[in-house]
């Protein structure tokens, strides 16, 4: 059976008020990776001031002010100049993003099987859970 290093990878660009998230989503990250769900293979942070001055924040910059000195990062480094050029008009001045480049831990399994069985995947798409959730009520009432 063929053996993946990695499962699937996906990017996460997430918006947020203000120069950086909160405690809550660095802890709600912190958790996945603890229970082997994800392994971080790289994050950034990228903020533009009002002055309309675009800044990139690596983990190591702010690892002390998160408490994530120990954080293992994988592939530091993966997300570069080009991730953020292309999500730099998101960013409005006032307003930061984490880009998130996590490994699917759960699923490398799956996809040595799918190899194996000379399966592929041939699209796949994400729903929001905002949206997941709107849906759900609507059909439940």
């Given at each position: ?59 190591e ?30 960013i ?50």
């Amino acid at each position: 059976m063929a053996e993946f290093e990695y499962g699937p990878v996906e990017i996460f660009v997430i918006g947020f008020d203000g120069e950086r998230p909160g405690r809550d989503v660095v802890d709600a990250i912190l958790r996945l990776i603890a229970q082997d769900t994800v392994r971080l293979l790289d994050l950034l942070f990228v903020s533009r001031a009002q002055d309309g001055d675009l800044r990139v924040v690596e983990l190591e910059e702010i690892a002390d002010e998160y408490g994530l000195e120990g954080l293992e990062v994988i592939e530091l480094g993966l997300a570069g100049s080009d991730d953020v050029d292309d999500i730099a008009e998101a960013i409005v001045p006032g307003t930061s993003a984490a880009l998130l480049v996590v490994e699917h831990v759960w699923a490398r399994e799956f996809a040595e099987a799918l190899f194996e069985a000379g399966g592929r995947v041939l699209q796949t798409e994400r729903i929001p859970a905002p949206v997941v959730n709107e849906m759900v009520a609507a059909t439940s009432e």
